[in-house]
């Protein structure tokens, strides 16, 4: 974790339409959390296989932020997709479905 972890989630909270914040907030924690879970398991062995040197972990830490953030711009933007497509399905059932009256 860093610093700006709570100002990046407070962020995502505010940017997010208000039906999806616990969603956003879920995404935008477990996203980070798994892969920072996994390196304090695995950093230890990295360190060890670098001689004592750090950098298979910083290169690591990079990668889990990338895939982090991969995780989070391929979930969260669905977000409003899924609710898009089902806001045209029900118009598109609604329209079928509304007796036309000859005009």
């Not at 669905?78 to 609710?83: I, K, P, Q, T």
Request: charge should be positive; aromatic fraction near 10%.
């Amino acid at each position: 974790m860093n610093g700006s972890d709570p100002i990046y989630k407070q962020f995502a909270q505010e940017v997010a339409d208000e039906r999806d914040r616990n969603a956003v907030a879920v995404w935008v924690h477990s996203s980070r959390h798994i892969f920072f879970t996994i390196a304090n398991f695995v950093s230890g062995y990295l360190i060890a296989m670098d001689d004592g040197r750090f950098r298979i972990v910083i290169g690591t830490t990079i990668v889990c932020y990338v895939a982090a953030i991969a995780i989070e711009l391929a979930v969260l933007p669905g977000l409003n997709r899924a609710r898009r497509f089902k806001l045209a399905l029900s118009t598109r059932s609604e329209r079928l479905t509304t007796p036309q009256l000859p005009g």
